[in-house]
Nanobody, 126 residues
Framework: QVQLVESGGGLVQAGDSLRLSCAAS????????MGWFRQAPGKEREFVAA????????IYAEFAKGRFTVSRDNAKNTVDLQMNSLQPENTAVYSC???????????????????WGQGTRVPVSA
């Protein structure tokens, strides 16, 4: 089992930046592709960004390109999500997720992800 714990959420104002972090523990996750998803009130969970375990390949949802950056530190077993220029429509619970893969190709489809954190709330005020 892989345990994921997010941190860094909290109330911010429009235009602010915020950095979320996810710490992985338990089963060694050196070959885990890691992703961030979010769920806004009354909406489906959606993909935000992900990073592969090999060579750090990253993919982003269209809305995240240019403003969000995902990164990982394999030595610390952490994956971060830097979010800039946050807007009220970014208000959501942000969750970290992971799946073990022999392929470095990263997936945006949440069905691939076997392990999930509890999520951290990010309310963005206007």
């Amino acid at each position: 089992q892989v345990q994921l714990v997010e941190s860094g959420g909290g109330l911010v104002q429009a235009g602010d930046s915020l950095r979320l972090s996810c710490a992985a523990s338990g089963r060694t996750c050196t070959k885990c592709n890691m992703g961030w998803f979010r769920q806004a009130p009354g909406k489906e969970r959606e993909f935000v960004a992900a990073v592969g375990w090999s060579a750090g390949k990253t993919i982003y949802a269209e809305f995240a390109k240019g403003r969000f950056t995902v990164s990982r530190d394999n030595a610390k077993n952490t994956v971060d999500l830097q979010m800039n220029s946050l807007q009220p429509e970014n208000t959501a619970v942000y969750s970290c997720a992971a799946y073990i893969s022999i392929a470095a190709q990263v997936q945006a489809d949440r069905a691939y992800y076997d392990y999930w954190g509890q999520g951290t709330r990010v309310p963005v005020s206007a």
